[in-house]
């Protein structure tokens, strides 16, 4: 995994110009939810999703350094964390932290390797 959790990973096999909206997303213990928004900039890639009822309708944010890969033809999105780690990340709001910088930080923070929900990854 990049040292940089806003990257994504080559491994990833990310494709430019596929638009990641509606993809389902899949932690390694089961479905999270449906991607409602992305971003591909440089730097500060990401994927919001829609948790639907998994945690009461809330949307986190995943840096697009947490996802393993991407699956276009299942339209299906697997990330390397489980369905705990991404529970317990901080808190999202969209209207406040989407293009916070602080956020961004604490978030990075939580994910980065070596950290405890940063995985081994």
Known sequence: MT????????TTARQQGIDLRGFKVE??????GKVDKHSDEAGSAWIVVDTGVWIFGKEVLLPAGT???IDVD??????????????NAPEFHREKHLDNPDYHDELAAYYLPGTPFGGPF
């Open 67 to 69: 996802i393993a890969r």
């Open 27 to 32: 932690a390694v213990d089961g479905a999270i």
């Open 74 to 87: 299942e339209e299906k999105i697997h990330v390397n964390r489980t369905k705990e780690q991404i529970k």
């Open 3 to 10: 040292e940089n959790v806003w990257n994504y990973d080559e």
